[in-house]
């Protein structure tokens, strides 16, 4: 099996920014739907992840912060690429507006 990165894009605001101005009963559709996507993963599901915060560049020791789309992130796990995208078709991240994925598949570490 063939581990690989998710992660969640929101082109437009942030995470936060969305869980705020959502009602109660939009915060708890969502909450259901994540959970049953990850229930639906079964095995598939390696780490269910976490939302993410403000990010920050660092360069040569030095920091700043940086405007990011990445608003969450997943690990799954499947025999292909193709396998994945299916896994990702109906995904409940697609309920956020100008919401995208990337997937990156984890490659091995040569000599180890």
Not at 18 to 32: F, L, N, V, Y
Not at 40 to 51: R, S, Y
């Amino acid at each position: 099996m063939k581990k690989f990165l998710v992660l969640y894009m929101l082109a437009g605001g942030s995470w936060r920014e969305q869980i705020h101005e959502a009602t109660p009963e939009q915060r708890k559709e969502g909450r259901d739907a994540w959970m049953g996507w990850a229930k639906e993963m079964g095995a598939g599901l390696v780490e269910f992840g976490n939302p993410l915060g403000n990010s920050m560049q660092v360069v040569a020791g030095s920091s700043k912060p940086n405007q990011s789309q990445v608003a969450g992130f997943s690990i799954l796990q499947a025999d292909s690429s193709e396998a994945i995208s299916g896994m990702l078709k109906a995904h409940p991240h697609f309920m956020s507006p100008d919401s995208s994925i990337e997937v990156h598949e984890f490659l091995p570490v040569p000599g180890m």
